[in-house]
Each structure stands twice: as C-alpha cells, then as structure tokens.
C-alpha cells in the first residue's frame, strides 16, 4: 500500500527542477488535502491510494511533458 506514497516522493525528488519550489509545495499540499479529505470523510485508506496513485499519472505528464513512448 505504500507504493504509490514512495513513488509520489520519488517523483517530487525528480522533478524538483521542473516544478521548482512552488510547484513541489502545491503538489505536498494537495497529498495533504487528499489525506484528510479521507480522514474526515471517514473514506477507506484505499481510496487515498488511488487517489494517490491517480496524482502520481499526472506528475509523471507534468515532469516529463508527455514524452513517453509507450509500445
């Protein structure tokens, strides 16, 4: 269950340059507004997960602008 939480911190490390430091704060701010979001809606830790997973997509898009070649 803590891979995507790990792969969202690998992400951030590698893409400190391209989302520079108000980018970095902005992702850590929606991961944080994701967790209690399902802790004071009562919902599963799976959902986060996916949640999470999901974010993490997008931060791959985001960081390597969409240049994956996918065969």
Do not use: T
Not at 35 to 47: P, R
């Amino acid at each position: 269950m803590a891979l995507p939480l790990i792969f969202f911190v690998v992400l951030l490390w590698l893409g400190r340059e391209e989302l520079g430091l108000k980018g970095s704060g902005l992702c850590l701010l929606i991961c944080a507004a994701l967790l209690l979001g399902c802790v004071f809606l009562n919902i599963s830790a799976y959902v986060f997960i996916a949640l999470l997973a999901l974010f993490d997509v997008v931060l791959i898009l985001v960081i390597f602008g969409g240049n994956i070649q996918i065969r």
